[in-house]
């Protein structure tokens, strides 16, 4: 984090974050080749084997964030209502509240107004595409940042 922090501030150039980037890329090598009998600490290593090449994005583009947190934070009213029942007895029911928790989670994102949204799509004779852009593909909003 000192790094990425340090790139953010202009006291650290591309290289030497790319370096720190590579340094922390060994280190993680080591480990991962490291034995262990515990099977739990066995499944965390063969994981970051796994991610092992996206770990240390966040050093080198600034889009990147370190932590997932807004992606938790975005899916914490979905957890809360599937805990709570939500109406989900059925396969069907937890399609329909999937759909419309995301339809209404990005409809907030975009700022724009999900009853304007929804009106044509639950009028609509068949099927159709809501009118709403890819995540990530709008630039100057706050959670882009």
């Not at 034995?35 to 050093?59: C, I, K, M, S, W």
């Not at 997932?68 to 709570?84: G, M, S, Y």
């Not at 724009?112 to 809501?130: H, N």
Request: charge should be neutral.
């Amino acid at each position: 984090m000192a790094a990425r922090d340090g790139r953010v501030a202009g006291e650290l150039d591309t290289a030497q974050v790319a370096a720190e980037a590579e340094r922390l890329g060994v280190a993680v090598d080591r480990l991962i080749a490291g034995q262990t009998v515990y099977a739990p600490n066995r499944r965390l290593l063969d994981h970051l084997a796994r991610e092992r090449g996206a770990l240390f994005t966040f050093l080198l583009h600034d889009d990147v964030q370190a932590t997932n947190w807004r992606a938790e934070h975005a899916i914490r009213p979905a957890v809360v209502c599937r805990k709570a029942w939500g109406g989900n007895r059925t396969w069907t029911g937890a399609q329909t509240w999937q759909v419309l928790s995301s339809l209404l989670a990005t409809a907030e994102v975009q700022q724009r107004d999900p009853v304007t949204l929804l009106v044509p799509l639950l009028c609509a004779p068949s099927p159709v595409l809501a009118e709403l852009a890819i995540p990530g593909t709008i630039t100057g909003l706050a959670c882009d940042r």
